[in-house]
């Protein structure tokens, strides 16, 4: 009788487990689920509306991570890789199940953008982090994924374009939109949470 030899993996050296998960080693896994889920997670709330969208993108990503380990190239930073994993399953989730229709999307009427308004300092010290990722997940899902990618995850408008196959201009409206929004809501938000100070001081 034949027995399977089991991976040898060490749960602090990453490519050890990589290599291990590429033989489908349940244990390395769980281990790579577990040293990355908090991140992935993170990464998720905030293209995500709610926890439950969230959930349901992040076992999808980690699913194809497991399927797609063999085309990692181990070299680069697997977080970045990672991370690109993710935001396509939130592009596809939200086409999916949110009629996210990235290629008729137009820009704004008279291909005018919008001003480019700074969000004033002032107002974003006065709202933890987690009130300004409500904000922004009150976004339109395409203003959401336009800003997050470009502002948080550091992707080019050139290459936000192309992992949503619309052009660049449209995507700079569709940005530049997102950002007058936000400042909008973050006035509003901190408006209401100096008025909220001011009333428990009295």
Not at 33 to 42: C, I, L, M
Not at 98 to 110: E, F, M, N, R, W
Not at 151 to 165: M, P, Q, T
Request: aromatic share 10%.
């Amino acid at each position: 009788m034949f027995f399977r030899r089991r991976s040898s993996f060490t749960d602090n050296d990453l490519l050890s487990v990589i290599e291990a998960c590429r033989t489908n080693d349940v244990r390395a896994q769980r281990t790579l689920f577990r040293q990355y889920y908090s991140y992935a997670k993170s990464v998720c709330l905030r293209y995500m509306a709610n926890v439950d969208e969230a959930d349901d993108v992040l076992n999808e990503s980690f699913l194809k991570v497991f399927q797609h380990l063999g085309s990692y190239d181990t070299s680069l930073p697997f977080k970045a890789w990672l991370r690109t994993i993710v935001v396509n399953t939130t592009i596809s989730y939200h086409r999916k199940h949110h009629k996210l229709d990235t290629v008729s999307l137009s820009p704004v009427a008279g291909n005018s953008p919008p001003p480019d308004l700074p969000v004033h300092e002032t107002a974003v010290d006065q709202l933890a982090a987690e009130e300004i990722l409500a904000l922004v997940q009150q976004l339109p899902p395409i203003h959401r994924t336009v800003f997050l990618m470009h502002v948080v995850d550091g992707y080019s408008l050139r290459e936000v374009a192309d992992n949503l196959n619309a052009n660049e201009a449209t995507v700079r409206s569709h940005f530049l939109r997102a950002r007058v929004r936000l400042q909008e809501l973050v006035t509003t938000a901190s408006s209401s949470s100096k008025r909220s100070s001011q009333y428990y001081e009295n």
